[in-house]
């Protein structure tokens, strides 16, 4: 996840994969075995832009919209929420711009960009959630997965049913090879829901931050193309 965009949040949900419904249209060339590419390491990730919106078991997966707004200023001006985080509880105007930023990040262009969405609940139509799959580095295959869940919505998979579709992705879409997630040493509860993902604890880092006022240490997790692959029955 990005460093410390997990909020405290409880609760199990696997889907499988026949459960998640993620059509994706890369930007191949004519006569390019996408497929091929991706098998061999060289899939060309010039373009990814899901076919939105994204379905899992429970929840749907999509790009955010301006009237998204009283949801995002809700999540991010809690202080609770934002624990964390780098940034502290937000006002509605700084809520607004990040709004814009989400609106923005649809598609994976070029390493650097992410995938913004919102987490809609089927069952009510509500956002309950915020997700996120960053492209760190090309060379390098590398990738970030993050997530906040509303306090509101808190401890009913919703972060792991979320994150999973992300990882699935990441893995077999935009063909990374290793997907990790960072955050704040004390922040057990989200750190829970990567294990419950199958990524596994690498590192702890001792005061590696200085934020808030504070030094902070930080976990790091991740996962391989290939534990995804053996855990997702490929």
Request: charged share 30%; aromatic share 6%; glycine share 8%.
């Amino acid at each position: 996840m990005v460093r410390r965009t997990c909020a405290a949040m409880r609760g199990l949900h696997h889907p499988s994969a026949d459960d998640i419904n993620l059509p994706v249209v890369p930007n191949a060339r004519a006569g390019h075995s996408v497929k091929k590419d991706r098998e061999a390491g060289h899939y060309d990730r010039s373009m990814l832009k899901p076919h939105y919106p994204l379905v899992t078991t429970r929840l749907t997966l999509r790009p955010y919209t301006m009237d998204d707004l009283d949801f995002v200023y809700d999540l991010q001006s809690r202080p609770e929420v934002t624990r964390y985080l780098y940034f502290g509880p937000r006002d509605r105007d700084k809520a607004r711009e990040a709004l814009q930023v989400k609106r923005q990040s649809a598609a994976l262009k070029d390493e650097g960009d992410s995938i913004m969405l919102g987490v809609v609940l089927n069952e009510t139509g509500a956002l309950v959630a915020d997700v996120m799959l960053r492209w760190l580095n090309r060379e390098h295959q590398l990738g970030e997965v993050g997530y906040i869940v509303h306090p509101d919505h808190g401890g009913k998979g919703y972060a792991t049913e979320a994150a999973e579709a992300m990882l699935r992705l990441g893995f077999e879409e935009v063909g990374l090879h290793r997907i990790v997630g960072r955050l704040d040493a004390r922040n057990a509860a989200s750190a829970r829901v990567l294990e419950r993902l199958g990524m596994r604890r690498e590192a702890h880092l001792r005061e590696n931050e200085f934020v808030k006022g504070e030094w902070t240490d930080e976990l790091v997790y991740a996962m391989l193309q290939d534990e995804w692959r053996s855990r997702a029955g490929r």
